[in-house]
């Protein structure tokens, strides 16, 4: 049971290029999230999906597009990186929250993406 | 808006002290707490989940209270080891629609030999 996967682990790109983040989980969850993490900023929300075809903006979705044609993946889009985008960002999943709030979210490792 | 603080940012501690990281939020509407660890470099791992309804749990040397009501977590850490190294991080699930959850700064955990 592998979990979370990302790939790439790292990655540079140069101002104005583009990528895919790719993230695949194995758990059958519903709800899937991409997070930024900024030196002592915490991990900001930029794009969650509920379901396959459903997504929705998180805290900061400027410069960033997701699709979810899939349960298991949900890749998150750069469109011309812009250095402002150098972050670590994870991918998580959960089931949906139930009242009790027993679901666990679960992480990915990370992609560490440098713009310059 | 949901807002989670993370007090200390950091802390450095001898091996086998004893020590308590806490957590607060704004908004006592939650479905859960987590707490995270992570280490440089890599990904979140989850050490403990608190359900609204409940008051801790409970992992090995780890024990996480909850007190919804007054908006606070804490993590306690018995017998530290330098393997604890690490940031310590808090999030918690708000009710009311918006059930992603909301992280604090996290607090570097510098255990010394």
């Known amino acids: 049971n592998a979990g979370v996967t990302q790939t790439p682990k790292f990655r540079i790109l140069k101002i104005g290029q583009s990528m895919t983040l790719q993230c695949t989980q194995d758990?059958?969850?519903?709800?899937m999230y991409w997070y930024r993490q900024d030196p002592g900023m915490g991990l900001k929300l930029i794009y969650y999906s509920v379901g396959a075809g459903i997504t929705d903006k998180g805290e900061v979705p400027n410069g960033y597009n997701v699709s979810r044609s899939t349960t298991e993946d949900f890749p998150l889009r750069l469109e011309l990186a812009a250095p402002s985008q150098t972050s670590v960002y994870f991918c998580a999943s959960s089931y949906s929250i139930s009242p009790q709030g027993d679901t666990e979210a679960f992480f990915g490792q990370g992609t560490r993406l440098t713009v310059v | 808006k949901q807002e989670v603080t993370q007090i200390p940012a950091a802390l450095s501690v001898p091996e086998g002290e004893n020590l308590v990281l806490n957590c607060s939020f704004t908004d006592s509407a939650i479905y859960n707490l987590q707490w995270f660890r992570q280490d440089p470099g890599k990904g979140l791992t989850s050490l403990l989940l608190?359900?609204?309804?409940?008051r801790e749990q409970t992992s090995g040397r780890l024990n996480a209270s909850l007190d919804k009501s007054s908006g606070r977590s804490t993590l306690y850490i018995a017998a530290s080891q330098p393997g604890d190294s690490a940031t310590y991080l808090c999030?918690?699930?708000?009710?009311?629609?918006?059930?992603?959850?909301?992280f604090g700064k996290g607090t570097k955990l510098t255990v010394n030999p």
């Open positions: 608190i359900q609204s309804s409940q």
């Open positions: 999030a918690v699930t708000p009710q009311g629609g918006s059930e992603k959850l909301v």
């Open positions: 758990m059958n969850h519903n709800y």
